[in-house]
């Protein structure tokens, strides 16, 4: 089954890190640009850092402020989140969502699979 | 800074037909924007069900249709039912790898 699944959320104190990880299961990773996005309890979604498929260009929401970092191993199917200096307004569902391909020439730019996503709280 | 903006609730009447829309704090939404729209039930993973304006992904009953309404993209369900209470966010390609979500709008169907 064509899947993605995210791992390492968890309580974080306010200034710590963590190390998000999405694992693809049943296609070619490789082939597809990944991004990540999470969704504040109660509120909408939020794009947050997108990646090429070979491991770059990456790319970063302005709110983030240099604090997270995108990155993939294509050998092990994986996609990372490594964020540092995190705040309680990080809490969050964080989701990892694959960039769907180009298609006899015809590219998109919709995310057409998503992982169940892992909760990251911060507080002390 | 763009913003997306979104109704924040609406509500509709099963079997009758609502649209949502997805505009821009400056400036107009056009396919180049390739907008999408996605369903998220409550406790549940966002589904994809309409990309670049109008293409409904698979799977997606064709009670939901997209477009392009004056300057805003739109998200029309004709027929809702019960099922189709849920949030739905509108997102919009800024290029250069670059995405913004509007708000989301919860409808209710009662």
């Known amino acids: 089954e064509v899947n993605l699944v995210e791992s390492g959320g968890g309580l974080i104190q306010p200034g710590g890190s963590l190390r998000l990880s999405c694992v693809a299961s049943?296609?070619?990773?490789?082939?597809?640009?990944m991004t990540w996005v999470r969704q504040a309890p109660g509120k909408g979604l939020e794009w947050l850092s997108y990646?090429?498929?070979?491991?770059?260009?990456?790319y970063y929401a302005d709110s983030l402020q240099g604090r997270f970092t995108i990155s993939r191993d294509n050998a092990k199917n994986s996609l990372f989140l490594q964020m540092n200096g995190l705040r309680a307004e990080d809490t969050a569902v964080y989701y990892c969502?694959?960039?769907?391909?180009?298609?006899?020439?015809?590219?998109?730019?919709?995310?057409?699979?998503w992982g169940q996503g892992t909760l990251v709280t911060v507080s002390s | 800074q763009t913003v997306v903006t979104q109704e924040p609730s609406f509500s509709v009447s099963p079997g009758g037909t609502v649209t949502l829309t997805c505009g821009l704090s400056?400036?107009?939404?056009?396919?180049?924007?390739?907008p999408s729209w996605y369903q998220q039930a409550p406790g549940q993973t966002p589904r994809t069900l309409i990309f670049?304006?109008?293409t409904r992904s698979s799977g997606v009953p064709d009670r939901f249709s997209g477009s392009i309404l004056g300057n805003k993209a739109a998200l029309t369900i004709t027929g809702a039912q019960a099922d189709d209470e849920s949030d739905y966010h509108c997102?919009?390609?800024?290029?250069?790898?670059?995405?913004?979500f509007g708000g989301g709008t919860k409808l209710t169907v009662l």
């Open positions: 969502a694959r960039r769907a391909r180009c298609v006899s020439g015809t590219c998109y730019s919709h995310f057409d699979l």
């Open positions: 049943s296609f070619t990773f490789r082939d597809y640009e």
């Open positions: 990646i090429g498929g070979s491991g770059g260009p990456m």
């Open positions: 400056s400036g107009s939404v056009s396919p180049s924007y390739f």
């Open positions: 670049s304006t109008n």
């Open positions: 997102m919009l390609y800024m290029g250069r790898g670059i995405w913004v």
